[in-house]
């Protein structure tokens, strides 16, 4: 699955530190996302959507397949 997180955390200035806070999870699990290395659980996907203030198709691909 693609996602654009790293794209919409760094239009924000975000660091995944800041951004991990924001949605109460560890760096860790922000950089794996990014990475396409985790998929996140439903309701962690809908904390991001909303922080983004987007939907949650237009934030994650799950078509896409991670390089």
């Known amino acids: 699955m693609i996602n654009r997180i790293r794209e919409l955390r ?4 975000w660091s995944q ?3 991990a806070e924001r949605l109460g999870v560890s ?3 922000v950089n794996a ?9 439903l309701p962690l996907a809908f904390s991001i959507a909303r922080l ?8 994650f691909d799950p078509d896409a397949k991670a390089s």
């Open 33 to 41: 996302i990014e990475t396409g290395k985790y998929d996140p659980s």
């Open 10 to 13: 760094t239009a924000r200035d």
């Open 52 to 59: 983004f203030a987007m939907t949650i198709e237009s934030i």
């Open 27 to 29: 760096r860790q699990t």
């Open 17 to 19: 530190g800041e951004l």
